[in-house]
């Protein structure tokens, strides 16, 4: 349990946020601990609810570490439910980017589940707030999570799945969000994996398409409103090559040697220096996949 | 050995012997005195100095020994005193000490036969001698004390005799009387040590097909000293590749090589004299205990990471380890030696070995991205916080090994081992000269900083990446090691920015 002071907004309350009033059963207190500021100062319409499957796939992983990170980047709070998985992720993200961000936990604000997030926990407080609608010390119970989704889908002008089985929480959190006429956003994955077989349920039912934070804030604040695209140094043909390898699936040092038909050596060298130049990335399988950094065109 | 007879009263007609041996504790042998008075009183044979029950029955295998051999065993009051009193006496190797210096106190054996000679042997009750465990160690210990021969069982005498010192090997109790005559044996010779380090017991590289990287991590693991981790499914090659180790690695200097045998010696193992001089490689199970595996019990022993000494440490499966006992492994690591300290005394083990672990990716081994992984999320993090904790942060070199294809199997075999070694030797040589003959794994940060200068286009690479990486500074520091290792095999003076994009492709990562 964390030391931090405990804080209440009541319904009614100025810093209440608005957007929860839209929910059929508002709760009638919220419970957090950390900044205050990051509920009360809490603009729905610059709130971004990221939210997926615990056991998700690196490229997952990834993706929700970006979305967070750049979103927070360009100033929107991002909300999340402190998970293993994709929910960690997002904060993490949103945490490198300079945050602010929410999470919204099952138990007490102070009771982290699961315990081993003590540490992350303990780093949203610091640019953000963990919130519930039980008092702290509040055990973790299973059917606390379907409600505490509702909290997370009304805070967020939009909610966005990155990895999701069918059915999970993560669905439902979504169809909360669309009950709420809320927007919902999915990222899409590789067609056959278990875990991309909701976001993509979800675009083909017109949930927007997110391929990253650009998509996002397009989606929300109209096209081209703000721009947070990036590009990175410019890239030797060599490099190029291996680099085109790993987008067509090649993911260890051999299997990138064979494809672009280089020394195995030269592979593992260029693999090194393309993830300094931070192109690709590497997951904890030790599987190399392209990041959303784009080359500049040659 | 002394014989006195106490002077006082001459009518009592009690002699006193005292013969020279030794016990060993940990891989160290420490000087005992075996003292034997025979005096009047009801024949008895009392044995007094902390002998544990091993030792108490050494009185009956001498008495039977003495009687089988021709000698005779006095019916008068006998006691054996084993000193330093305090200290606990355990196994038989002390039998031929008590036997000569009961043979000395009653007169059947001259005093100069055993003037400055150590004896351990075990007896059989024929009079036979058998080997005991720890030889070398003994004949440094009896070198070092200034004795003038060592005595032991003829199968223990070309071992000792690697010490330096005069060994002489006896195969029965009654060669005893040859001592300090003319017809004393010839001092043992040592055991022949192989230079080259290529026992023929040693498994070639080029038994492992395609796995370019794999035989790429081998040789810069082999290269530098470095600590290796591969991550991947069952039968991907894992364990072939890191039983392939030894044959890559530079042969044991002779100092080491003796060093090896001592330590093998002292902690019983069979000696196998084919293989004097090649580096030693100890692949525990995964159900070993922390005492196993760094040493320990009471009184303390050493485990399997002191018989690694100078070789490869091989921890198949690590995830199933038990925790405690890789936790135990940290001080190994940091320093390659061990303190065990218990209330009676502390020993200190040298284990200085190069660890090479092999892990599946989650528990079914399939990993947890293959549709076929059905492993619960829990046991698959369970299983990975084994990968992060305390020895992660030792390891250098980390690699994800796949199941290689069908037609790499077929093709045709890789390099061999002795190519692949001269590349490794060239790349200590460059090593030894600047670290004064030790390899870049063992660097200290200063002289990480000192002899791991980057160039000017591997700087401004790395400082474009660092901040995305997270590279702890630990992290930095053996990226740079493995960078100076490349380079070194390069044959090159600075770092560039090739190898350490390579150095940074075989680092270690922390699992998502």
Redesign the interface.
């Known amino acids: 349990m964390s030391r931090a002071r405990a804080w209440t907004i009541e319904r009614g309350a100025v810093a209440y946020p608005a957007a929860l009033e839209e929910l059929p059963d508002p709760p009638p207190v919220i419970h957090g601990v950390g900044d205050r500021r990051a509920l009360a100062d809490l603009e729905h319409e610059a709130t971004v609810t990221i939210v997926g499957s615990?056991?998700a796939?690196?490229y997952g992983?990834r993706m929700a570490e970006e979305l967070g990170r750049d979103l927070a980047y360009a100033g929107v709070t991002v909300v999340s439910g402190l998970a293993?998985g994709i929910d960690a992720?997002a904060h993490r993200g949103a945490i490198a980017g300079g945050g602010p961000t929410v999470a919204v936990l099952g138990g007490g604000p102070d009771v982290v589940y699961p315990p081993?997030h003590r540490g992350l926990h303990r780093q949203v407080l610091a640019c953000g707030a963990a919130i519930s609608e039980h008092p702290p010390g509040t055990e973790t119970t299973k059917w606390s999570f379907p409600a505490r989704n509702r909290i997370m889908a009304a805070l967020a002008k939009m909610t966005i799945i990155v990895e999701a089985a069918e059915p999970s929480g993560s669905l439902i959190t979504a169809q909360r969000a669309t009950e709420l006429h809320r927007d919902v956003g999915a990222v899409p994955g590789q067609v056959g994996m278990?875990v991309a077989g909701g976001p993509h349920a979800l675009i083909r039912d017109g949930a927007a398409l997110i391929r990253g934070a650009q998509d996002v804030l397009d989606e929300m604040l109209g096209i081209g409103r703000v721009s947070v695209s990036h590009s990175g140094?410019r890239l030797e043909a060599a490099l190029l090559s291996v680099l085109e390898s790993v987008e067509r699936g090649a993911d260890?040092?051999?299997a990138v040697?064979t494809a672009a038909e280089i020394d195995?050596?030269e592979a593992?060298?260029?693999?090194?220096?393309l993830?300094?130049?931070?192109y690709v990335a590497?997951?904890?399988?030790?599987?190399y996949s392209r990041t959303s950094l784009s080359a500049p065109g040659v | 050995m002394r014989v006195t007879v106490p002077s006082p009263a001459p009518s009592v007609a009690s002699v006193l012997a005292s013969v020279q041996t030794f016990e060993i504790l940990g891989v160290e042998a420490h000087e005992v005195s075996v003292e034997v008075d025979v005096g009047r009183g009801l024949p008895c044979f009392s044995l007094v100095g902390l002998p544990d029950a091993a030792v108490r029955e050494s009185r009956e295998r001498v008495r039977a020994a003495l009687l089988n051999s021709g000698f005779d065993f006095p019916q008068e009051r006998i006691t054996a005193s084993l000193a330093p009193a305090d200290l606990r006496k355990a196994g038989p190797g002390l039998d031929l000490a008590i036997a000569a210096a009961l043979l000395a106190a009653s007169g059947q054996l001259s005093p100069e036969a055993l003037d400055g000679v150590a004896l351990s042997g075990e007896l059989a009750l024929d009079g036979g001698i058998r080997p005991v465990a720890g030889a070398l160690a003994m004949a440094e210990r009896a070198r070092r004390a200034g004795a003038r021969a060592l005595v032991v069982a003829n199968p223990n005498s070309a071992e000792a005799a690697l010490s330096g010192a005069t060994v002489i090997g006896v195969t029965r109790l009654e060669e005893l009387r040859a001592l300090g005559t003319d017809d004393e044996p010839a001092a043992a010779q040592p055991l022949h040590i192989s230079t080259n380090g290529a026992g023929p017991s040693l498994l070639d590289l080029a038994d492992l097909r395609?796995?370019?990287?794999l035989r790429?991590a081998l040789e810069v693991a082999a290269a530098g000293g470095h600590s290796l981790l591969m991550?991947g499914p069952p039968g991907a090659g894992k364990s072939m590749a890191a039983r392939r180790l030894p044959s890559l690695l530079p042969p044991l200097t002779p100092p080491e090589a003796i060093e090896v045998v001592r330590v093998a010696g002292a902690c019983g193992q069979p000696l196998r004299t084919a293989s004097v001089g090649v580096r030693p490689f100890r692949a525990p199970h995964h159900t070993i205990s922390a005492a196993g595996l760094v040493g320990g019990g009471n009184p303390p022993r050493a485990g399997e990471a002191t018989l690694a000494h100078r070789g490869v440490l091989f921890l198949d499966e690590l995830p199933e380890y038990r925790r405690d006992a890789i936790e135990a492994l940290r001080q190994p690591l940091e320093d390659g030696r061990v303190l065990i300290a218990r209330a009676r005394h502390a020993i200190e083990l040298p284990c200085n070995f190069q660890l090479v672990a092999a892990a599946n990716?989650c528990p079914c081994g399939h990993?947890?991205?293959s549709?076929s992984c059905r492993c619960p999320?829990l046991s698959i993090?369970r299983y990975?916080t084994k990968l992060t904790g305390a020895l992660a942060d030792r390891i250098d070199l980390?690699?994800?090994v796949?199941q290689p294809e069908a037609a790499a199997l077929r093709g045709p075999p890789g390099e061999r081992s002795a190519t692949v070694r001269e590349r490794v030797l060239e790349a200590r040589d460059r090593q030894h000269c600047r670290l004064g003959g030790r390899c870049n794994a063992e660097m200290s940060s200063r002289e990480t900083r000192e002899h791991c200068r980057l160039d000017a286009e591997a700087q401004a690479?790395?400082d474009?990446?660092q901040g995305?990486?997270g590279l702890s500074g630990r992290g930095y520091e053996r990226v740079l090691r493995v960078a100076r290792t490349l380079a070194d095999l390069a044959g090159r003076d600075r770092i560039e920015?090739?190898e350490?994009?390579?150095?940074?492709?075989?680092r270690r990562?922390?699992?998502?």
């Open positions: 615990r056991r796939t690196a992983l293993y992720a081993s278990r140094p260890t040092p051999d040697a195995p050596h593992a060298v260029a693999l090194g220096r993830e300094l130049l931070g590497v997951n904890g399988a030790g599987a | 395609g796995q370019p990287a790429r991550i990716p990993g947890e991205e549709p999320t993090r990975q980390s690699l994800h796949k690479l790395l474009s990446g995305q990486f920015a090739d350490l994009s390579a150095a940074v492709a075989m990562r922390a699992p998502v």
